[in-house]
């Protein structure tokens, strides 16, 4: 490691040619954030947290319907939640759940462009699946986790009340408010990381099985399998150490402590995707 001193301060200065980036999986402004740490950078080899059954599809559109049942399948949860929406705040969460559609996994889609333009570099997917019962199963789990926590928060009225104000404002409303939520998760990697700490726990889950149905609480194992950050970590030294390659990895924020901790003898540069203006 080289630093630089003076009698007043020692900078560190990290590994230049190996990057851990941490993202919110559904941050609106992702695409454009990670598309210029890329160009920035300019890797030979990305890794990302994807398997090859899961790739740039949206688990959330699967198994895909049209835009009737998707409406049908929003006003069912809304229901279950105990909220009654009127007509303009209808329309803006039917706009606001396409629009969460276009964002996922922008991860993949990012990097995918980013080789497209460079198709000498390696695009590599570094997780093991979390499809063990299948796609379908998994798809049907997460939904009904999603559900169930929705409905959990909204039993709060001052979130309830809140959550509908900002729905009567409009798209552009809900925008400003969902970039503030994901910007507050950027700020609350300790937050994150306690409760993916606390999920990797069998004990955890077990205690879950009152609240959830057997196929979400496996859907939940899946998601939290702490083999998980096992595996991609070997992967990104794999990687690393073939070639020595400029290399940038791009994980969620739940997994940058059990990475970084892993791989912390190659000394990477860490950062979160909110930080992408420091690059």
Do not use: W
């Not at 003076?6 to 590994?15: G, P, Q, R, T």
């Not at 939640?81 to 969460?100: D, H, V, Y």
């Amino acid at each position: 490691r080289k630093f630089y001193k003076s009698n007043i301060i020692i900078i560190f200065m990290a590994n230049s040619n190996l990057c851990v980036v941490g993202t919110c999986h559904d941050d609106p402004d992702g695409e454009s954030r990670l598309t210029y740490i890329l160009e920035r950078l300019m890797p030979n080899v990305v890794a990302v947290e994807l398997s090859k059954d899961r790739d740039c599809s949206d688990i959330l559109s699967f198994p895909e319907k049209t835009p009737q049942e998707e409406e049908k399948e929003t006003d069912q949860i809304l229901m279950e939640c105990g909220l009654a929406l009127n007509p303009i705040q209808r329309k803006t969460l039917i706009e606001a759940c396409s629009l969460a559609k276009e964002y996922f996994n922008y991860e993949g889609r990012a990097s995918s462009k980013y080789i497209g333009k460079n198709p000498n570099f390696k695009l590599e997917y570094i997780d093991l699946s979390v499809y063990g019962n299948g796609k379908e199963s998994f798809a049907e789990g997460y939904k009904g986790v999603l559900s169930k926590l929705a409905k959990d928060v909204f039993q709060i009225p001052e979130i309830a009340e809140t959550f509908l104000n900002v729905l009567n404002g409009g798209i552009k409303s809900y925008q400003e408010f969902n970039r503030q939520i994901v910007e507050s998760r950027y700020k609350s990697l300790e937050f994150i990381e306690m409760v993916a700490e606390l999920l990797t726990n069998p004990e955890a889950l077990e205690d879950m099985e009152e609240f959830y149905n057997e196929n979400e609480i496996q859907t939940l194992k899946q998601i939290y399998n702490p083999k998980r950050d096992e595996f991609m970590s070997a992967r990104i030294r794999e990687l690393f150490n073939n070639g020595g390659n400029r290399l940038v990895a791009i994980i969620g924020l739940g997994h940058i402590p059990g990475i970084k901790n892993r791989i912390r003898d190659l000394d990477p540069k860490v950062i979160k995707l909110d930080q992408y203006a420091e690059i």
